[in-house]
């Protein structure tokens, strides 16, 4: 042991930088292999899909572009009036990772389509690492680790649901589980549980709530297995110590999301699949749980390889299987796959009674309405069984062939001659599969390759690094071809992405006009957020949620009106009235919209409204009475009236700020047609003055008689106090693991 010792000490320091770097470096390869079509040429998209297209893209566009303005997207102009951006969770503001693609160069000002490709494949490749830092913490073999790391990173969740907000969680799963692991194992246990902890924290920044709420789940119960298991008090205590460190620092260093997320989700309203949009204290209805719940018969997935559901591909299921048959007796095995099974019971949803009793007893899992999201923790569960399954058949293979491999290598055998023999029957008398047959058969094709390989391998025909290779080649063969199931060819279009780009035609017109302008929407003709995609302002776009003061009155004309809504793009008018202005190259119409406020304005009269039951009374008065009047929660302010208009010019509008110039005949109240909410402060001359919620919906500032400059900034206390708790909490956390080291 000491020679071997000493050559280690002797060896270059690049040899040793290498040996270090080959693991990532090998999965960087594997992972671009799997993913060639839009890693390696410029014909296929992961990103052709409605909620890419119409949410998603416009989104990273908008916020692209103020990053290139050296600003941050706290508020987003363009939509609805104006709303949060960070709260909405789902926009991904507060994940740093975005950032960096946003700060990456545009094309003409655009996202180019090139990078978004390769941002999806970075999830993917950082998945991989990530699992494999797991894996090999867990003492497993270097081959065992790159191939459980793939399944994880390649299969699965991850190879079939589409939105980088749940990838992006996800793919800190295996780090959340390193650091817990470690700390249940003893070593530095408070530092190894706040690490843990923090990367929670980390996924929560990700840009949906669902996954970390899983991951936090699945974490329970590994933490309340570990507490079951400690036999002496002080053993508790550690425990107990443990469990707070990681709450603590999960709580910490998710603070850039949570906080804003908080603060917004009880102002806002939340399309979940209920009959009408639930606010923060309701409920979803275990319906909607219902709805998005794993169909049993998607099991059958597993197997046949139909690249939906639970499908990790058999090298991966097969390798699992048989460490969970011969290897029981490992501690990590018994715990990942009780982990596994768990995960997949949970995504059964309503098929089982697991999940609803989880719903019901464990406060907040109702809001994470699709429990076959799941499936990513029974997919990372299978990957570390896949890793340990490996190494077992690797340690037996060449010497007495166990009975456990013999019938793994005759199941997979008769599974892929009875695949092929029902698809023979199916073609014979034409009945129509279940699944895509092609896919199928290529499953069918793997069983019995693998079959063989393992055959080979066990009997010694081939050498330990062939049979590692071949499964190797065998899983990135499988992989590849069900991630390729959902990347359409460029020639075959793109419609989701084509859209994007049928209308800059109307786009130049409305950026021609001289007044600011907000425009309505014909969601049929344009699905997508076209003002983020354009930087132009309308009222409707696709967003899960909205903020009360909006939902409750988006739908009365007078509301439209004092938004300063006064283009309409379709092909037919919606309203009387309305002008034919524009014609697109597509046929697509500009009407304008005669009636509507200007985008700022003044009034000299408020009065109070007690309840929210007051104001759609109030909204629905002549719109001259609303021009002089406006109506407040609370003490109005006290108003002067005075003969003659006031002066009243927007200025200035950006991302998060406004500025407006008046000149008041006496004391007013200037009014934004923007949307209120907590967070947006005011100067008049630079004097700091209160935001009023005029009209129950809008932003008003009082100003005295003269010349006076009016400034708007968005500066939310929840969005700038939950950046110092993530801050706080990831530096303290790696000051703890720096200094623990010493």
Request: aromatic letters at 12%.
């Amino acid at each position: 042991m000491p020679v071997v010792e000493a050559q280690q000490v002797d060896r270059p320091r690049v040899t040793r930088l290498a040996a270090k770097l080959a693991g990532p470096a090998i999965l960087l390869v594997m992972i671009t292999g799997i993913f060639w079509k839009i890693a390696l040429t410029n014909q296929y998209t992961w990103a052709n899909s409605p909620d890419i297209g119409n949410q998603v893209l416009p989104w990273y566009q908008f916020q692209a572009g103020v990053w290139h303005k050296g600003g941050f997207p706290l508020w987003d102009p363009h939509e609805w009036g104006g709303q949060p951006m960070v709260g909405q969770i789902i926009t991904g503001a507060a994940y740093p990772l975005n950032w960096i693609l946003f700060l990456m160069p545009l094309q003409r000002g655009w996202i180019m389509l090139d990078l978004v490709n390769w941002y999806w494949v970075v999830i993917h490749y950082m998945a991989a690492l990530f699992c494999f830092f797991l894996l090999r913490d867990l003492k497993r073999g270097f081959a065992a680790s790159l191939l459980g790391s793939v399944a994880f990173a390649a299969g699965g969740y991850l190879a079939t649901i589409a939105f980088p907000q749940m990838q992006n969680g996800a793919v800190w799963t295996p780090l959340v589980f390193l650091f817990a692991l470690r700390a249940m194992r003893g070593e530095r246990p408070l530092t190894n549980a706040a690490l843990s902890g923090m990367f929670l924290g980390v996924s929560l920044l990700s840009g949906h709530h669902q996954v970390p709420m899983f991951i936090a789940l699945a974490m329970a119960g590994v933490w309340l297995y570990h507490l079951a298991r400690q036999r002496t008090a002080r053993q508790i205590r550690t425990a107990l110590g443990c469990i707070a460190a990681f709450g603590i620092f999960a709580v910490l260093a998710s603070g850039l999301q949570t906080l804003p997320a908080i603060e917004y989700g009880h102002l806002s309203l939340r399309w979940a699949g209920a009959l009408h949009p639930l606010g923060w204290n309701e409920a979803i209805p275990y319906r909607v749980h219902a709805e998005f719940s794993m169909a049993p018969d998607a099991l059958l997935g597993a197997l046949l390889t139909t690249g939906a559901g639970p499908c990790m591909g058999l090298v991966a299921l097969a390798m699992a299987l048989f460490v969970v048959a011969r290897g029981w007796h490992e501690r990590m095995v018994r715990l990942f796959a009780a982990v596994t099974l768990l995960a997949l019971l949970f995504a059964l949803g309503e098929n089982t009674i697991f999940e609803g009793l989880i719903y019901a007893l464990v406060p907040g899992v109702e809001k994470a309405r699709s429990p076959h999201m799941a499936l990513f923790i029974y997919g990372f569960g299978l990957s570390v069984l896949c890793a340990y399954g490996v190494d077992l058949f690797t340690a037996e293979a060449g010497h007495r062939t166990s009975s456990w491999s013999r019938r793994l290598i005759f199941f997979l055998s008769a599974l892929g001659i009875l695949v092929f023999t029902f698809l023979l029957i199916f073609s014979l008398v034409r009945i129509e599969a279940l699944w895509n047959s092609a896919i199928v058969a290529l499953g069918a094709l793997m069983a019995l390759l693998l079959a063989a390989t393992l055959h080979a391998w066990s009997r010694g025909h081939v050498s330990v690094r062939a049979g590692l290779i071949l499964l190797a080649c065998l899983m990135m063969l499988e992989l590849g071809s069900l991630t390729s199931l959902r990347l359409p060819h460029r020639e075959n279009g793109w419609p989701f992405i084509d859209k994007l780009s049928q209308n800059a035609d109307v786009v130049e017109f409305l950026r021609a006009q001289p007044s600011p302008v907000r425009a309505e929407l014909d969601g049929n003709e344009i699905p997508y957020n076209f003002g983020d995609w354009y930087g132009v302002d309308v009222f409707e776009s696709y967003l899960a949620s909205l903020t009360r003061n909006i939902e409750k009155i988006r739908g009365l004309p007078n509301v439209r009106a004092m938004f300063g809504i006064n283009f309409y793009i379709g092909r037919k008018q919606r309203r009387d009235g309305e002008a034919d202005v524009f014609t697109g190259r597509t046929g697509i119409k500009v009407w304008a919209n005669p009636g509507t406020f200007p985008r700022v304005w003044s009034v000299h009269q408020a009065v109070a409204i007690r309840n929210e039951t007051e104001i759609e009374p109030k909204l629905n008065q002549a719109p001259a009475d609303l021009a002089r009047e406006t109506f407040v929660f609370g003490t109005p302010p006290i108003l002067e009236g005075c003969g003659g208009p006031d002066e009243v010019t927007l200025v200035a509008r950006e991302t998060n700020r406004v500025v407006i110039d008046v000149d008041m005949r006496c004391r007013g109240m200037v009014i934004a047609g923007e949307t209120y909410f907590p967070g947006w402060k005011a100067t008049v001359d630079g004097a700091e003055v209160p935001v009023y919620e005029a009209y129950a919906f809008l932003r008003g500032v009082v100003a005295e008689a003269g010349k006076h400059r009016i400034e708007m900034r968005y500066r939310p206390a929840s969005v700038f106090w939950g950046a110092g708790m993530s801050s706080l909490g990831i530096l303290a956390a790696c000051l703890m693991a720096r200094f623990a080291r010493r």
